[in-house]
């Protein structure tokens, strides 16, 4: 299994859903640089499930230990380990499925791959490993902020519902959860929960601060890199970047350019697969939560067909502890690139 993402600064990710710890080692991480727990840990709060109603009620405290490659709250150069203790495992809610795959999981194709799970909340298939993305995120995106580059992201739609942008203060002030001070996403939602349904996504993430040259043709574009490190992550089925191209003309979809630059962003900020210098605009739609206590057609490890009926603690809206997540895997793209570049150069 492939469990390591990056080029200059690599990270390798570890654990299982009901294992006793997940983790991560960041290697070829800069030295002499500050490196607090409590900086990291209130980033990863973000993501930390049962914060609300509207997600898992697995009562995690995702509290981060940093066990290597930090002496005096300063990294040494060495591989950090980071870990994270899986505090209120129930696995028994799953042998109900210990011999059943679970429709839209990954349940029958690691079993076919590997001739073997885990169905403890799918092992490492389970969105439980994303936490160890955050962390990372919670690193990176403070030095590229000091560099200027500001990555943000809102949800822009939850099942059929639309959200307007107001201004990223607004949006700060609860993060991503600001909607939920509208009680018609609250019911809209809790209904959803209560007849065990669940719902689609949409989240719109702006990056601005991005130079142009970001990028290499042909197999190394930007976007393409971006798109990979975006689909790992779980439930996320389509990326676009730019304006939706539908029944658009080209001369619509064009960037006009003058001497000061782009008259529209159309493109999203990428020509060719290199940023051209404008806001780099990307939209990711997330599937639905698989696992709903509806029951439903599947087959057992012998192949027969069966009714089935998931148990456990599953989100109604995957998407609405996604952001952290997807802002994390953006910043170990972009200073991946940036000193990549510095190398190049």
């Known amino acids: ?8 600064i690599k990270i390798n990710t570890f654990g299982e859903s009901h294992g006793l710890l997940i983790g991560i080692v960041i290697d070829g991480f800069f030295s002499n640089y500050f490196l607090f727990e409590k900086i990291i840990q209130k980033y990863l709060n973000l993501r ?25 709250n300063k990294t040494t150069g060495a591989p950090i380990l980071i870990i994270i203790k899986n505090n209120e495992k129930k696995s028994n809610d799953y042998k109900n499925i210990n011999k059943i795959f679970r429709p839209g999981h990954a349940d029958i194709t690691y079993f076919l791959k590997y001739k073997f799970r885990d169905y403890r909340g799918g092992g490492r298939s389970s969105a439980r490993e994303t936490a160890c993305r955050v962390i990372v995120g919670s690193i990176f995106k403070n030095i590229l902020f000091n560099k200027g580059i500001i990555i943000r992201s809102y949800i822009k739609k939850i099942g059929s ?26 019911e809209y939602i809790n209904n959803c929960k209560n007849s065990s349904n669940s ?47 539908n029944n658009k003309s080209s001369y619509i979809i064009k960037d006009e350019i003058y001497k000061y630059g782009f008259l529209s962003n159309n493109n999203g900020g990428i020509l060719g697969g290199i940023s051209n210098g404008q806001p780099i605009v990307i939209k990711l739609n997330f599937k639905p ?48 690139k940036i000193l990549l570049q510095k190398v190049y150069d």
């Open 289 to 336: 939560t698989s696992s709903t206590s509806k029951i439903i057609k599947t087959i057992n490890e012998k192949f027969i067909n069966i009714n089935s009926k998931t148990y456990g603690r599953h989100d109604p809206c995957v998407a609405l502890r996604a952001v952290p997540i997807i802002e994390s895997m953006i910043s170990t793209v972009i200073i991946n």
């Open 48 to 72: 930390k499930p049962f914060t609300s109603l509207f997600s898992t009620q697995r009562k995690e405290l995702d509290k981060i230990k940093i066990c290597t490659g930090v002496f005096k």
């Open 161 to 186: 519902i639309n959200f307007n942008f107001y201004n990223w203060k607004f949006i700060k002030n609860r993060f991503f959860l600001n909607i939920f001070f509208l009680n018609d996403i609250k």
């Open 199 to 245: 719902l689609c996504a949409e989240i719109i993430i702006i990056i601005n601060g991005i130079k142009f040259g970001l990028g290499d043709p042909i197999y190394q574009k930007i976007d393409s890199i971006l798109s990979n490190y975006l689909i790992s992550i779980n439930a996320v089925k389509n990326i676009q970047f730019g304006i939706k191209l």
């Open 1 to 8: 299994m492939n469990n390591s993402f990056g080029n200059i």
